[in-house]
């Protein structure tokens, strides 16, 4: 079952007596979770509602709870988060209940991820439904950021989205954590500027990194260690700059393939997968670096990953020698 399929099931009250709910992004687990747990009349969850984690509770106590009838309601709900974490045996115990679940009780089970290769989960889809939420796509985040902010009475200037979409953290938790954050600074509603989004969102790291990168296709030698040193400064692990930087050049070399096989710039976010917010910047740095480059580039991002993995080198030395070799690469 898809999300948009079981949202559906949820607002016709329909929910399906096994719920499996997993995948990355938290925010639309949490989500889909409240929005079930909404389908027990508030003033009948302190019967007919029950929440554990993991294995806090011994899976036959669980398969007990779930074999209780409702109290005043329609249906009973047993949520059970971590459940990526019961043993296999709790598995197969619980293997028998899904094989015949109780229909006046929803057993709701969260986890991170689940392996559909296991018999309890091939049986759990075919009586229940296995409902995976992904990590939207960089270019799917804008129109997330615009619904967001629109069902709170807010709207972001083109400028403003641009620079949220920059800025706003890994995940949605972290992006909607921002949002919450602007819209109380702007207040009563209204229209979110880009002053507002520099005053309140603040990203270095992702700023630092395509400024860096930008000193570099310049030859601004002395600006790209300056900000490499930021980066350190503030604790940023050495190997998730260099793997910044390696996603980083990895698109702009696709950019610039695209632009020398004459790909108009609308179809360039949408064949790089990013958000298209970003396409003039990325057009403007990947002009500044040729096919050999890009090449070279990448034999001496490998050549620091190995370094940085293996020798007893400092990394702050090696990345600076990596922002010197390829700063000084022939044009």
């Known amino acids: 079952m898809t999300p948009a399929e079981l949202g559906k099931t949820i607002r016709g009250n329909k ?85 015949d679940p109780v229909p006046e009780s929803i057993l709701l089970l969260v986890g991170e991820k ?71 600074y702007v207040g009563d509603g209204g229209l979110i500027d880009v002053e507002d989004v520099r005053q309140i969102v603040s990203d270095t790291r992702t700023d630092s990194i395509f400024d860096m990168t930008n000193a570099i296709g310049q030859r601004q030698v002395g600006e790209a260690l300056r900000l490499l040193g930021r980066l350190l400064a503030e604790g940023i692990v050495p190997l998730v700059i260099l793997s910044m930087l ?13 632009l020398d096989e004459g790909v108009a710039r609308t179809d360039l976010a949408r064949r790089i997968g990013i958000n298209p917010y970003f396409v003039d910047g990325l057009m403007s740095q990947a002009r500044l670096f040729g096919r050999r480059q890009f090449k070279s580039t990448f034999e001496r991002l490998l050549a620091t990953d190995l370094a940085l993995k293996s020798s007893g080198g400092s990394p702050a030395a090696l990345l600076e020698q990596l922002l010197l070799d390829i700063a000084r690469l022939p044009e």
């Open 15 to 99: 929910v399906p007596p096994l719920v499996y709910l997993y995948g990355p992004e938290q925010f639309f687990v949490d989500q889909a979770v409240g929005q079930i747990t909404a389908t027990i009349p508030p003033d009948a969850q302190d019967f007919n509602l029950q929440v554990a984690h993991g294995r806090d509770i011994p899976i036959e106590t669980l398969i007990d709870s779930l074999r209780t009838f409702p109290v005043f309601a329609d249906r009973r709900l047993v949520v059970l988060r971590n459940a990526d974490k019961l043993s296999a045996s709790d598995l197969e115990t619980l293997q028998a209940y899904i094989e």
């Open 246 to 258: 390696t996603r980083h050049f990895r698109q702009l070399w696709m950019t610039r393939e695209l």
């Open 114 to 184: 689940i392996d559909k290769r296991k018999k309890f989960f091939q049986q759990f889809a075919k009586h229940g439904a296995l409902v995976e939420y992904k990590r939207l796509y960089d270019n799917q985040l804008p129109a997330f950021v615009r619904d967001y902010v629109a069902g709170r009475n807010f709207q972001l200037t083109e400028d403003a989205l641009a620079l949220f979409s920059r800025r706003c953290g890994a995940t949605l938790q972290e992006v909607v954590g921002e949002l919450d954050k602007l819209m109380q």
